[in-house]
Every structure is written in C-alpha cells, then in structure tokens.
C-alpha cells in the first residue's frame, strides 16, 4: 500500500482526518479538486463572516450618535469590490495556513478530483494511489429547487453571491434558514432592499422558536421584509431581471437572487464503490466510529448521513475517523454540538429546542432578556435574551438558545457545561465576571432554578 491513510475531500472534515493520520504516525495523502479549505474557507462560514462584520460596522455608525459620537450616518457606503478584496485576502490567508499545517505534518496533498476504485484503491487524473483506510469527505454543494426559471443568470447561490462586486439594490432570498438570514443582514445593511421568502412558518426553522421570533422581529424591525409560509412557484424575467412568482404573494421583482434553500451532499467521490456504501437519501451512513459499511472505509464531514453540516462538527468527525483509521477505538457523540447564527444580533444554540424538551421532559425555563444585562445597555444595545431550558427533578441541562451581542462566543460554556452533565444549580453558582454579556447564561441558569437575583420576583 502506497498510504496508511487517503483522504478524499480537503475541507473541515477531509485536512483535519489527513493531519490526525499524519500525527499519529501514518503515511497520510489528501485529495482536493479545489482549493484546500472546503466551503468553510472558501465559500462559506470565513466568507460570510467578513460580510457580517462590514454589516456589524455600519450598524455601530448608525449607532454612534448614542454614545455622542458625530458621524455622517449617510456617507457611509460599502466599497464591494475593496470588501471582496478583503474577504480573498482572509480566505487567501487562513487557507494557505491549513497548506502549511498538511506539509509541515508530512501529508501528500494531490491536487484533482479523486474517486474510490474499490476500498483501498483511489484514482485520480488517470493515476492511482492504494491506501490502507479510506476516509470519504466530500462535503456538500448548493442545493437547488425544481422550479421554471431556476437557471436564471441572476439566480445566485451564496457561493457567487459571496464574490459578486455590486451591491443589487433589490436582493429576493429563497429560504430563510441560516445562508438565508445571515446574507439578508449583511445586504440589507449594505444598502440592498431586502426580500426573504420561507417556505415554513418561521425563519432558521432549525432553531428554537424564540430565536426565530426574535429574529424575525429584529429583520421586520430594519425593513427586511419576511415571507413566511410562501412558497415560491417560478421565476421569470423582465428586461434581464429575475421576477419571482410566489404562491399567495404575487410577483417579486428583484435585480439579482440568492438561493438558499439547504445544502446536498457531495458524495462523487464514492465512484465505482457507489453502489457498496450503504447511503440514504443521498448521504453516507456512518456509526459513531465514523465507518462505513465497507471495511477500511469511513466518512467525515457535510456528507455523512444524520450530522449536522457544520463545520467543527466535521472537525469532530474527522478527527475520530481518522484516529479509528490508525486502529484506534474512539467514538464521537454529536448530541451538544453548537449552532450559530451570525445575524446582527447574533443567536445560537445548543440542546433542545424548547418545544423538543417539553415533547420528552418533565422542565423548567429560565429566561434573562439582555436588556436587563449590564454590558448590552452599557455597548448601546438591548436586543436578545439567554433560554435555559433544564430537566426539573435533577436539573440537568437540556438546552441552552441565545439571541445577542456576542452569543456565537457565549455558547461555548454552556456545551462545556452540558458535556460535562454539570446541572443548572452548579451552572448558576459559577462566579461570572461582571459585566459581561456571559453573566445572562448564569442568570437565566438561576431563573430556571425560580432563585435569579437581578430579575422581579415572580407572582
Ligand atoms: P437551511 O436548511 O438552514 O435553510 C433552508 C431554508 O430554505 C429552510 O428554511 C427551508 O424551509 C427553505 N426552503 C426550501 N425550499 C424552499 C422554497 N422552495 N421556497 C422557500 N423556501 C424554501 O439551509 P441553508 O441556509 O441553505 O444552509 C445550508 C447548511 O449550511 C445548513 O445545514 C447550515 O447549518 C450550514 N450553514 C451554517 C452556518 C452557520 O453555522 N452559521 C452558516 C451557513 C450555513
């Protein structure tokens, strides 16, 4: 065998399973048609993120004149293509990073597409290369919809809409899940008017209710207007221009599209072992030791059958597949994986949904709005709140959903928390420094419990 250990896919899942093969003594290669670094890098979380922070910037200018600070609220414009120039600098950066780390760890990085010709051997651009283990990561691709006129040219998926150097002045979203809110934050505080229409009932329908509420109030309350239950039945053209038609809302004219309606699993690489790797629906069935049903084969990452497609939950992933691949025996429990959602406030999320833990739980909620937290006012905000929601009888934890400055950061000690099955009466005894946004997720560890301080006694 050329290789203990053949990654194919160099995303989150594929450039971590590669490094942990390398530290762990195997002879470890990696297969990347692109560029190394995935969506995450490349088109996804770091991409968005520059964008979400320009947004972050016009919204504290706006802000300003609370602190008494002068500026020309109207003379603040965004310079796309000098933003775009500053996101490939990023990306350029954190991207060239992960090279550094596959070479200094002595991975082969083969630049091309690969595919499985059977469990040890891969090809590639007319060569092959045998590995003893095979870790599959291909990740996933921009889902698409059934509908006439999909294929309009101004019909963007986040993947071009993240290097499009013009601001549209009208922006129509399809789907209001995480792509969808995060992209409408960021144009809308560019300039663009803002259209999201969603399907479903509430907006990142993946999050506790509460957070979609809350979302939705904020984006109502800065002129992004929400379609809800709208489904959307074809689109059309008028003088180059998409014009959506959505049933039981007329048309939307818009001058370009952003089609966010979920992701799909990229598994071409599986090639003429397609019809051996047990998948479903379209995606790769793994167990908790990240294996396939064929031996030596496993899977890490946005194609793996029943994970969440986030990033650090592939860090995860391919982190055991790999270590499993170099014959150890670890599992991965993907039950307290944070979620994020970088709007203006930000939200996240870990554990149940409320309306999941009632459905199995006997609970308590606890609830501390941020407009009575210290640090929000003092930085000239209000929005948002902390959810605990805990198990009555032990008071274990269950699921913990936060909208505010600063929640993508504070969600990390409430998983810590939750991994370590510490309860909300240990939860809420955790001396937190003062002021901090973090204080809320004590605060309303203690309200869960009825003994919060800083809230009015309850009737
Ligand atoms: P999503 O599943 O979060 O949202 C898609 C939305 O589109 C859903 O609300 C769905 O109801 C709606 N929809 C589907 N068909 C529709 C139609 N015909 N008309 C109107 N609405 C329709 O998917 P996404 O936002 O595309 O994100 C894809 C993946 O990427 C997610 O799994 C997400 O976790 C991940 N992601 C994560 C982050 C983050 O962690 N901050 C950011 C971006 C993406």
């Known amino acids: 065998m050329d290789y203990d250990v053949a990654v194919i896919g160099g995303g989150p899942a594929g450039y971590v399973a590669a490094i942990k093969a390398a530290q762990l003594g195997g002879r470890a290669v990696l297969f990347e048609k692109d560029v190394i670094g995935g969506t995450c890098l490349n088109r996804g979380c770091i991409p968005t993120k520059t964008y979400v922070k320009a947004a972050e910037y016009l919204h504290h200018i706006e802000n300003a004149k609370t602190f008494g600070i002068s500026v020309d609220v109207g003379s603040a414009t965004v310079d796309m293509p000098r933003l775009v120039a ?3 600098t990023v990306v350029k950066k954190l991207t060239g990073g992960v090279a550094s780390l596959l070479k200094s760890n002595g991975v082969d990085v083969v630049k091309g597409e690969a595919k499985l010709e059977d ?11 045998t590995a003893k283990n095979v870790i599959l990561c291909g990740g996933s691709v921009a889902g698409r919809i059934p509908v006439s006129g999909i294929d309009h040219p101004k019909v963007l998926t986040s993947d071009e809409i993240l290097s499009a150097r013009e601001i549209p002045r009208r922006l129509a979203v399809i789907g209001g899940g995480v792509i969808g809110c995060e992209i409408a934050t960021a144009f809308k505080a560019f300039g663009s008017e803002v259209t999201v229409v969603e399907a479903l009932p509430k907006l990142v329908g993946t999050m506790d209710g509460e957070i979609s509420d809350s979302i939705l109030k904020t984006f109502r309350k800065n002129g992004i207007k929400v379609l809800l239950n709208a489904r959307l039945e074809s689109v059309s053209d008028k003088n180059g221009s998409p014009v959506l038609s959505v049933g039981g809302e007329g048309d939307i004219e818009s001058d370009a599209v952003l089609l966010s309606v979920g992701r799909s699993a990229d598994i071409t690489c599986l090639g003429s072992m397609s019809a051996k790797i047990a998948t479903e629906r379209g995606k790769v069935i793994a167990d908790d030791h990240m294996r396939t049903n064929v031996k030596g084969v496993f899977t890490a990452g946005d194609a793996v059958a029943g994970a969440p497609m986030l990033a650090h939950a592939a860090f995860k992933m391919g982190e055991i597949a790999a270590s499993n691949a170099m014959g150890r025996d670890e599992k991965t429990s993907l039950k307290n994986v ?38 929000t006012l003092a930085s000239g905000e209000r929005e948002g709140f902390v959810k605990v929601i805990i198990e009555k009888k032990y008071g274990e934890i269950l699921g913990v959903h936060m909208v505010g400055e600063s929640a993508a950061e504070m969600i990390s000690e409430a ?45």
Do not use: Q
């Not at 510490?422 to 009825?450: K, N, Q």
């Open 86 to 88: 500053f996101k490939d």
């Open 119 to 129: 469990e040890n051997t891969i090809s590639s651009g007319g060569k092959k290369w």
């Open 338 to 375: 944070p979620a994020c959602l970088y709007t203006i406030p930000e939200a996240s999320s870990v554990g149940l949904a409320e309306e999941e833990a009632r459905a199995r739980y006997d609970i308590s909620v606890g609830k501390f709005p941020m407009a009575a937290n210290g640090r």
């Open 415 to 459: 998983a810590a928390l939750m991994d370590m099955e510490i309860t909300a009466h240990e939860a809420a005894d955790i001396i937190h420094p003062h002021p901090t946004f973090s204080e809320a997720f004590m605060e309303a560890c203690a309200d869960a419990l009825g003994r919060c301080v800083h809230l009015p006694a309850k009737k």
